[in-house]
C-alpha cells in the first residue's frame, strides 16, 4: 500500500484536527467572497483616476464574473481528471501574481484584464475547494461542519468587503483592495500545501476532457454578456449586437447538440435535470442576480447621486454586514425547523423581496435601502448553504466535484448578467460621464430611473428563477410522497 493511500484513509477525527487545511481552504472561499465586493465600493475612484467609460466601469467587475464563470465547468474537469489539490496550488500561484499586477495598471483596459486573469484563477481554485473539503473527512457530520465553517469565513468577507474598502479608500489608494489577495493566496497556498495530502492516482479519472464543449459553453456565457453592451454602445442599427446575438444562440444550440452527443460530456444534462438540481441552480442563480445587480447599484447610488464619500458609504452596507456575520445561528435554527427544502425556497423568495423593495422605493430614502439590504442579506445567509447542499444531495455520490462547480457556475454566470444588466440599463439611460463629480438634476433624475428600471428587470428574472425553483423542487415531494405510499402498501 502506498503512503499517498495511506494518508487518504486516515481522515481527521475533529476539525481542530484539520484546522491547518481548513484554514488554506477558507482563504480560498474568502478571496471568492471577498472579491466580488470589495472592489465595487471602489468604482467611482477607479472611474475618476483612469478615466473609466461606463462600459469600462462595468467590465472591471464583469471580466472577472465571466471568465469565472464562464471557465469553471472546464477546470472542474481538468481537476478530477489531473488533480484537484494541484489545480488549486497553480491556481493559487497565478492568483498572487494577477493581484501584485494592479499595482503597475494605469488603464481601465490593463485593469480589465487584470481582472479577467483573477477570474482564471478563482475558476482554477473555487471548484477544488469543496471537492477537497469532502475529501478530508471521511464523515458527513465532520463535512457538514467543515462546509458550515468554510462557508461562514465566505460570507464574512462579502458582508465585510464594501465596509473595509470605504475605510481603505480613505487612507490608501484603491489598488490595496486587490493586493490584499497577495497574503490571502499565500496563506492558501501554505495551508492546502501542508495540510492536505497529495491526490489519489485512485481518485482520479482518465477520460478524456471535453474540450469542444468547454469552448462552445464559455463561448456561449460571453457572447451573451457582450450583446446588452453591444446594442447600447452601437445601436440596434448596427450589425455588430446582432451579430452576437446569433453567435451567442448559435454557440448554445451547439452547446446542448454536442453534450447530448459527446461520450465524455463536459456537463451530464440529465443530472442538471433532476428536480433537486435543477432547483438548487435555480435558488443560486437568482441569489447571484440579486446580489451582483444590488451590489453594484447600492455603491454608485450612495457616492455618486447622494454625494456620500466612501467611508460613509461603506457605513451603509453595515445592515448587509450585521446579518451576514451575525445571522449565522439563526439561519441555522431556521433550517433546522422547516427543512432544506422549504429553507431553499423561502430564503431565495427574501432575495427577490429585497431587490424589489430596492427597485421600488430606493428614491425615497436610506431606509427603503437598508430594508432592501437586510432581506437580499437574510435571504444569502440561509440560501448560500442549503441550495447548494440541496444540489450535491440530488446526485450521485461519485458526482459531488461537478456538482459544486455547477453550484458555483450558475452563481457566477448570475453575478456577471446581473452587472451587464445593471451596466447596460445606466449607459442606456444615462448621459455623460457616471464618474462625473459633479451631476446635475438630470443626471440624478435619469441615475434614479435606471435603478428602479434596472432593479425592476433583475427582479422580474430572480422572481421567474424561484417560480422554476419551487415547481421543480415539488417534483421531489411529490416522488417522496409515491415512495411512502409504495412502501407502506
Known amino acids: 500500500m502506498s503512503s499517498q493511500h495511506t494518508t487518504a484513509i486516515v481522515s481527521p477525527r475533529s476539525l481542530r484536527e484539520a484546522w491547518i487545511a481548513l ?3 477558507s482563504a480560498v472561499f474568502l478571496f471568492e467572497m471577498l472579491d466580488n465586493s470589495i472592489l465595487n465600493v471602489a ?3 477607479i472611474g475618476r483616476e483612469l478615466n473609466a467609460s461606463t462600459t469600462s466601469l462595468q467590465w472591471v467587475t464583469g471580466a472577472y464574473a465571466v471568465v469565472f464563470g464562464g ?8 481537476a478530477d481528471r489531473f488533480g484537484r489539490r494541484r489545480i488549486m496550488l497553480i491556481g493559487l500561484v497565478l492568483l498572487a501574481t494577477a493581484s501584485l499586477a494592479t499595482a503597475f495598471v ?16 478563482a475558476a482554477m481554485t473555487t471548484p477544488g475547494s469543496i471537492a477537497l473539503a469532502f475529501r478530508l473527512f471521511a464523515g458527513d457530520t465532520l463535512r457538514v461542519r467543515a462546509m458550515t465553517l468554510i462557508s461562514t469565513v465566505g460570507l464574512v468577507g462579502l458582508a465585510i468587503g464594501p465596509t473595509v474598502g470605504g475605510f481603505v479608500l480613505a487612507i490608501a489608494p484603491w489598488q490595496v483592495l486587490l493586493l490584499v489577495n497577495v497574503p490571502i493566496a499565500v496563506l492558501a497556498f501554505i495551508g492546502i500545501r501542508v495540510g492536505i495530502a497529495r491526490d489519489d492516482a485512485a481518485d482520479l479519472h482518465r477520460d478524456p476532457i471535453d474540450i469542444a464543449g468547454a469552448a462552445l459553453g464559455t463561448a456561449t456565457i460571453v457572447l451573451a454578456l457582450v450583446t446588452p453592451t453591444l446594442f447600447v454602445n452601437s445601436g440596434a442599427g448596427s450589425w455588430a449586437p446582432w451579430t452576437a446575438a446569433a453567435l451567442a444562440i448559435t454557440s448554445a444550440t ?9 461520450r465524455f460530456p463536459l456537463i451530464d444534462l440529465g443530472l442538471i435535470a433532476r428536480p433537486l438540481v435543477s432547483s438548487g441552480l435555480a435558488y443560486k442563480a437568482a441569489t447571484g442576480l440579486a446580489v451582483a445587480g444590488m451590489g453594484y447599484m447600492v ?7 447622494w454625494g456620500w464619500p466612501p467611508y460613509l458609504a461603506s457605513v451603509g452596507m453595515l445592515p448587509q454586514v450585521i446579518v451576514l456575520i451575525f445571522g449565522g445561528p439563526l439561519a441555522n435554527r431556521f433550517i433546522e425547523r422547516v427543512g432544506l427544502d422549504r429553507a431553499a425556497w423561502t430564503s431565495a423568495i427574501s432575495v427577490v423581496a429585497g431587490l424589489a423593495v430596492y427597485g421600488l ?9 437598508a430594508i432592501g439590504l437586510v432581506l437580499v442579506a437574510a435571504g444569502i445567509r440561509v440560501n448560500g448553504v442549503v441550495a447548494g447542499t440541496n444540489v450535491l444531495r440530488g446526485l450521485p455520490k461519485n458526482r459531488t466535484s461537478i456538482g459544486a462547480a455547477l453550484v458555483d457556475t450558475a452563481s457566477e454566470v448570475a453575478t456577471g448578467t446581473g452587472i451587464a444588466v445593471t451596466g447596460t440599463v445606466l449607459a442606456a439611460l444615462f448621459t455623460g460621464t457616471i464618474a462625473s463629480s459633479h451631476w446635475s438634476a438630470v443626471h440624478s433624475a435619469q441615475f434614479q430611473d435606471a435603478v428602479t428600471i ?18 421543480r423542487s415539488r417534483l421531489v415531494d411529490s416522488t417522496v410522497a409515491m415512495e411512502q405510499d409504495t412502501s407502506a402498501v
Do not use: K, N
Request: charged residues 5%; glycine residues 8%; proline residues 1%.
Open 106 to 121: 494605469t488603464t481601465s483596459q490593463e485593469l480589465i484584464a487584470v481582472r479577467a486573469v483573477m477570474g482564471i484563477a
Open 254 to 262: 451547439f452547446f446542448v447538440l454536442r453534450e447530448r452527443s459527446a
Open 361 to 369: 422605493f430606493s428614491s425615497f430614502g436610506y431606509v427603503w435601502v
Open 299 to 305: 455603491t454608485l447610488q450612495l457616492q455618486l447621486a
Open 454 to 471: 434596472a432593479g425592476l428587470s433583475l427582479t422580474a428574472v430572480a422572481a421567474a428563477l424561484v417560480a422554476f425553483g419551487i415547481v
Open 43 to 45: 468604482l467611482p475612484t
Open 23 to 25: 484554514a488554506g481552504l
Open 71 to 78: 471557465l469553471m465547468l472546464l477546470f472542474g474537469a481538468i
